[in-house]
C-alpha cells in the first residue's frame, strides 16, 4: 500500500487495498486472522484496532451458547476463528451466516474469509479517512 501512495482519491485507494488482499498468499491471511477475534468475543485494549472491533461485532458481544458452539465448531472444521464483516449484523444473522459457511469446503471458505477481510479492512480504510 505505501509503494503506491499517495493516493490521489478514496477509490484509488479502496481499489489498491482490494488488490493487495487478493494477492495475499493464504498464510498472510491466516496471520491477520490471529489479529481478530473469535465472534461475540469482546477484543480488550485500549489500541484503534480493539476499539474498532468492539465497535463492529457489537451485535454479537455476549451472544448465547449457540453462537459459541458454532464458533468452536467452526474452529474444529477450519483450524481457524471465523471472520465476518459483522458491523451492522444482528447477532441472530451471524449465527446464521456462521452456519451457512459450516457447509463450505475449504477453497470455497478461504475465498469467504478473503471477502469478508476486505469488507473489514475497506471499513477501516473509510474510518481513518473521515
Wanted: include cysteine; hydrophobic fraction near 45%; aromatic fraction near 4%.
Amino acid at each position: 500500500m505505501d509503494a503506491n501512495a499517495p493516493y490521489p482519491d478514496v477509490e484509488k485507494l479502496l481499489a489498491t487495498s482490494d488488490a493487495e488482499l487478493a494477492a495475499l498468499a493464504w498464510r498472510d491471511i491466516t496471520e491477520a486472522l490471529t489479529a481478530h477475534p473469535r465472534i461475540g468475543s469482546r477484543m480488550t485494549g485500549s489500541s484503534r484496532e480493539a476499539e474498532w472491533s468492539r465497535h463492529e461485532q457489537s451485535a454479537a458481544v455476549g451472544a448465547d451458547a449457540e453462537l459459541a458452539a458454532a464458533n468452536a465448531e467452526y474452529e474444529r472444521k477450519f483450524d481457524r476463528v471465523f471472520l465476518i464483516s459483522a458491523e451492522g449484523l444482528s447477532a441472530a444473522e451471524v449465527l446464521a451466516e456462521l452456519r451457512r459457511r459450516l457447509d463450505n469446503n475449504e477453497v470455497v471458505e478461504r475465498a469467504e474469509v478473503r471477502r469478508e477481510l476486505a469488507k473489514i479492512v475497506r471499513r477501516r480504510l473509510l474510518r481513518c479517512m473521515e
